[in-house]
């Protein structure tokens, strides 16, 4: 009797974790993610120059990802499973990063505190940076990341905004 018992509350710890808890978490960071973009964008002070993104989501796949969600729900509903809708619980932060790039790639640029290029990069975390070209930028940031910006504008005022920065020169 003792061992069928200890069964049953595997089993019962199995799925609440499975069926509350997992989704719970999978929604607690699909929405920090969005809070978290906001803050940074806030962050981030007056722009000084826009950059076209590259890492941009198409809105075809956007709105795949969108049919795929409704579709999933619909069909948890209709067969009466739980695992069809937490199937679609795990593609909240899928669909949530897709959405938040889209509507945040007007804004990719250099700020007064930072860069925003899907994230937002303040400007102590950049390492160092050169200009290759005329019209070209390259950043190296303290991770060891190298981030290429091509065909920018008013790229003397975002030297002039990183040697204001303290950001060093590198050959």
Same mark, same amino acid.
């Given at each position: 009797?003792?061992?069928?018992?200890? +069964?049953?509350?595997?089993? %019962?710890? $199995?799925?609440?974790? @499975? !069926?509350?808890?997992?989704?719970?978490? +999978? +929604?607690?960071? !699909?929405?920090? #993610?969005?809070?978290?973009?906001?803050?940074?964008?806030?962050? =981030?002070? @007056?722009?000084?120059?826009?950059?076209?993104?590259?890492?941009? %989501?198409? =809105? $075809?796949?956007?709105?795949?990802?969108?049919? !795929?969600?409704?579709?999933?729900?619909?069909?948890?509903?209709?067969?009466?499973? %739980?695992?069809?809708?937490?199937?679609?619980?795990?593609?909240?932060?899928?669909?949530?990063? =897709? $959405?938040?790039?889209?509507?945040? /790639?007007?804004?990719?640029? $250099?700020? /007064?505190?930072?860069?925003?290029?899907?994230?937002?990069?303040?400007?102590?975390?950049?390492?160092?940076?050169?200009?290759?070209? /005329?019209? %070209?930028?390259?950043?190296?940031?303290?991770?060891? #990341? =190298?981030?290429?910006?091509?065909?920018?504008?008013?790229?003397?005022?975002?030297? #002039?905004?990183? @040697?204001?920065?303290? +950001?060093?020169?590198?050959?």
């Amino acid at each position: 009797m003792d061992f069928n018992l200890f +069964v049953y509350k595997i089993i %019962t710890i $199995f799925l609440v974790y @499975k !069926a509350i808890i997992l989704p719970l978490c +999978v +929604v607690g960071m !699909a929405l920090y #993610q969005i809070l978290s973009r906001r803050k940074n964008l806030s962050d =981030a002070g @007056k722009n000084y120059v826009i950059i076209p993104s590259k890492n941009s %989501t198409s =809105a $075809f796949l956007l709105y795949l990802y969108l049919f !795929a969600l409704i579709l999933i729900v619909i069909l948890s509903f209709l067969v009466k499973s %739980t695992e069809y809708l937490i199937f679609s619980l795990v593609l909240l932060p899928i669909l949530s990063s =897709a $959405f938040s790039s889209k509507s945040y /790639e007007h804004i990719c640029g $250099f700020y /007064e505190n930072g860069i925003i290029n899907g994230n937002f990069i303040p400007w102590k975390k950049i390492h160092s940076w050169k200009r290759p070209s /005329e019209d %070209t930028l390259i950043l190296l940031d303290k991770d060891g #990341q =190298a981030l290429k910006y091509d065909r920018i504008k008013n790229i003397d005022e975002v030297i #002039q905004l990183l @040697k204001n920065n303290n +950001v060093p020169f590198r050959e």
